[in-house]
C-alpha cells in the first residue's frame, strides 16, 4: 500500500521560496508517475505538476511554469516540489499525489494514492 505524507509547507512572503517534499512508503505503484496537486479556498484541485519515474517526462502547469520544479529521485523522500518567487495566489494546501499508470498525466482521475497535504501561505 502507497502512503505519502507532504511536508515543507508553511507561511513566506511574496517573492519568497519553499521547497515541498513528498515521502512515500510502499511501492504499489513503484514506476508509476507522480504529481503535486493544490487547492485554494474556493477554488477546485488542480495540477501543478507531474513527472514520470525517470524523470524523463515532465509538466508544469502554466501558472507556475519558470518559477516551480518538481524533481523525483530514489531516495526517502522521492518526490519535491521546488518552488520560488511565491506569489499570493499560490496560497493553497499542496497534495502529493501517485499516479496509476506510468505515462505522464495531469488529469487528477489518473491519481490513486494522495497525501494529506501541506499548507503553503503567500502573503503579499
Known amino acids: 500500500q502507497v502512503q505519502l505524507v507532504e511536508s515543507g509547507g508553511g507561511l513566506v512572503q511574496a517573492g519568497g521560496s519553499l521547497r515541498l517534499s513528498c515521502a512515500t512508503s510502499g511501492r504499489t505503484f513503484s514506476g508509476y508517475a507522480m504529481g503535486w496537486f493544490r487547492q485554494a479556498p474556493g477554488k477546485e484541485r488542480e495540477i501543478v505538476a507531474c513527472?514520470?519515474?525517470?524523470?524523463?517526462?515532465?509538466f508544469h502547469a502554466d501558472s507556475v511554469k519558470d518559477r516551480f520544479i518538481i524533481s523525483r529521485d530514489k531516495a526517502k523522500n522521492p518526490l519535491y516540489l521546488q518552488m520560488n518567487s511565491l506569489k499570493p495566489e499560490d496560497t493553497a494546501v499542496y497534495y502529493c499525489?501517485?499516479?496509476?499508470?506510468?505515462?505522464?498525466?495531469?488529469?487528477?482521475?489518473?491519481?490513486?494514492?494522495w497525501g494529506q497535504g501541506t499548507q503553503v501561505t503567500v502573503s503579499s
Open positions: 499525489a501517485a499516479s496509476s499508470i506510468r505515462e505522464l498525466s495531469a488529469d487528477i482521475k489518473d491519481y490513486a494514492a
Open positions: 513527472i514520470t519515474r525517470d524523470g524523463g517526462s515532465i
